[in-house]
């Protein structure tokens, strides 16, 4: 009898052991697959069992959450979606999360280590914190000026404070209501089938994830590269530019839409848009020079975060001189975000100092304690004072008499340029309508804020385009929005 329990328990020790290898070799070796697994749904219940943190927009949440009573407990809401949906992103149970909702997820969500009273709390304790709270740069007023001039078109705009690189409005046109894409089911599916079949692109970030030709607004980079290479030591000096201009080593001509552009001075080149004088500016400073230049100004940075990441703006470093000659009128190959014309208008305005642009002010956790702060930093120091302060002088002039006329604020010093930017196969798409602008209020002693307006206006007479005409407007708009702050 004592034989038969001793196997008995012989047996029952061997599958003990044998039970424990099992669960070891899957916690050490399968844990990470089976977490993975799209079948395992234990990590969507635990994810959705709490609430959001909330994203703010001054002292206000522009995000919530609601109740839905099933295993999915959680599931986000937005108020006035569409206005800010080019900030927060969404957050989706079926889809994701982009945009803050994406690089801020952690933060969001409770899991970040940064929300817990003890380093690796959460790992001991294996649980998390309530979501923390995320307080962008954006002025609600600003952000609502830049929606309402762009609605019924499509397009963007980017406004930052020149001073501290904060972002005050960040819109892209047409939008959509990120709440539509929340939950799950057959509603939600629908409803991103649509949004990416509909060819206004409505979930595009226009603002920083589209680039376009900038057209006549990156004279200014132009500009900027002539005076400090000293190719322009006087700005008021003749350039001895023909007009029209002969491309280098071609037979082609580069016309002017304007008057006045034969042998003009950079500051009437700047003051009434010449083509001939900044393309031929830009082959006398040089394709290194001009590389340099436009490198100082965010061009050709592809690891820019706001915290979501920026689409690299581009400045060829390898072309011939004619090439050189159309980029530096912002044409060929040359693209720029609306952030990055944003950038180039906020360097000039902060005297050549241009400050990294970022949309995240805090972090704070649940109950409102800071537990991170995104401080003003450098990005780089793009021309000397002096180079700024004639800059400024020319986009003034261009919206006290030039092409810029539309910005102008009464009372307010306002600088501005224009920018017409042909695209399409042999320029035959309706052209894209620039405005980049800064401005300062009256005793103030620094610009309160830089704007980029591009308008693709697919609707309008292509007669209309022009970013005097269209996109200056809304330039005026936002600045005044930002100056009432």
């Known amino acids: ?142 952000q609502r000026a830049a929606y309402d001039g762009l609605r019924g078109r499509r397009g963007a705009v980017a406004a930052l404070e020149p001073s501290t690189g904060r972002i005050l409005a960040l819109v892209s046109t047409p939008s959509y209501d990120p709440e539509r894409l929340s939950g799950t089911g057959s509603a939600v599916t629908e409803a991103w089938t649509r949004l990416n079949a509909a060819k206004s692109l409505p979930m595009l970030n226009r603002a920083i994830r589209q680039t376009y030709p900038p057209g006549s607004t990156f004279k200014i980079v132009t500009a ?18 023909p007009s029209p201009y002969v491309l280098p080593n071609t037979r082609t001509t580069l016309p002017d839409e304007s008057r006045g552009c034969e042998n003009a001075s950079l500051a009437d080149a700047i003051r009434v848009s010449c083509n001939t004088v900044m393309a031929h500016l830009g082959v006398r400073v040089g394709l290194a020079g ?93 021309m000397s004072p002096s180079t700024a302060v004639q800059l400024q002088r020319m986009m003034v002039d261009t919206v006290e008499n030039g092409t810029g006329s539309n910005a102008a604020i009464d009372g307010v010093r306002v600088g501005g ?15 894209y309508a620039w ?20 308008v693709e206006d697919a609707s309008a007479d292509r007669a209309d385009i022009s970013g005097g005409g269209s996109a200056a407007p809304i330039a005026r708009a936002v600045m005044e929005a930002a100056l009432e702050e």
Not at 15 to 20: H, K, N, T
Not at 30 to 52: G, H, K, W
Not at 97 to 109: F, G, K, P, Q, R
Not at 417 to 431: C, E, F, L, M, R
Request: charged content about 20%; some cysteine.
């Open 224 to 241: 900027a590269a002539a005076l400090e290479s000293r190719v322009v030591t006087d700005p008021d000096a003749p350039t001895d530019t």
């Open 1 to 142: 009898m004592i034989r038969y329990i001793r196997r008995a328990a012989a047996f029952c020790l061997l599958l003990l052991v044998a039970l424990l290898v099992n669960a070891a070799r899957v916690q050490l070796f399968e844990a990470e697959e089976l977490n993975d697994n799209p079948a395992n749904r234990r990590s969507a219940i635990a994810r959705y069992d709490q609430a959001r943190g909330n994203i703010l927009v001054g002292d206000r949440p522009v995000t919530g959450n609601r109740r839905t009573g099933e295993q999915l407990d959680y599931e986000r809401t937005y108020r006035h979606g569409p206005l800010y949906a080019p900030v927060t992103g969404y957050a989706s149970q079926t889809y994701g999360t982009t945009l803050i909702e994406n690089a801020e997820d952690s933060v969001l969500s409770g899991t970040d280590s940064a929300l817990t009273p003890l380093p690796f709390w959460n790992d001991f304790t294996r649980s998390r914190q309530p979501g923390g709270d995320v307080v962008t740069t954006v002025k609600a007023s600003v």
């Open 435 to 454: 405005f980049i602008s800064w401005a300062e209020a009256p005793g103030s002693g620094r610009p309160a804020v830089a704007v980029a307006v591009v």
């Open 417 to 431: 340029k224009t920018g017409t930017a042909q695209h399409g196969v042999d320029n035959s798409g309706i052209p």
């Open 290 to 382: 001009m590389a340099e230049a436009a490198g100082k100004f965010g061009f050709n940075d592809s690891g820019l975060r706001i915290p979501s990441g920026v689409a690299r703006s581009n400045f060829d470093t390898d072309m011939s001189e004619d090439q050189l000659a159309l980029s530096s009128i912002g044409q060929f190959n040359t693209t720029a975000t609306p952030l990055q014309m944003a950038m180039v208008a906020s360097a000039v305005a902060g005297g050549g100092d241009l400050r990294r642009p970022h949309l995240v002010d805090r972090v704070t956790t649940h109950d409102g304690d800071t537990v991170r702060q995104e401080g003003s930093r450098p990005y780089e120091r793009v």
